[in-house]
């Protein structure tokens, strides 16, 4: 059982820059896979990037290639996704997710923490 608890969305002009943490606790924490995904209002939930256990693999979305960094410590249970350069499209919500591999399909996540908002004025 993995328990996720994210943190560090707000608001933010366009082009500043968010961190978001994932804490997790269980662990196991360091034999999953993670990743981080959004949804926006009346929008399905969509994939933004993933990391595999020991971090050696990360995988991102073309809408956010080169603008968001996802990491891992596995000594903190925490995933991170630093995000620069943040447009107003990139206003959702916010959710962190816990899978045996990385993987850009919601339904290969087990585990999911309850979201954290970021919004994106312009």
């Known amino acids: 059982q993995v328990q996720l608890v994210e943190s560090g969305g707000g608001l933010v002009q366009a082009g500043g820059s968010l961190r978001l943490s994932c804490a997790a606790s269980g662990r196991t924490f360091s034999s999953y896979a993670m990743g981080w995904f959004r949804q926006a209002p009346e929008k399905e939930r969509e994939f933004v990037a993933a990391?595999?256990?020991?971090?050696?693999?990360?995988y991102y979305s073309d809408s956010v290639k080169g603008r968001f960094t996802i990491s891992r410590d596995n000594a903190k249970n925490t995933v991170y996704l630093q995000m620069s350069s943040l447009k107003p499209e990139d206003t959702a919500v916010y959710y962190c997710?816990?899978?045996?591999?990385?993987?850009?399909?919601?339904?290969?996540?087990?585990?999911w923490g309850q979201g954290t908002q970021v919004t994106v004025s312009s």
């Open positions: 997710a816990a899978s045996p591999g990385a993987s850009s399909s919601p339904r290969a996540y087990q585990y």
């Open positions: 990391i595999t256990w020991s971090g050696g693999s990360t």
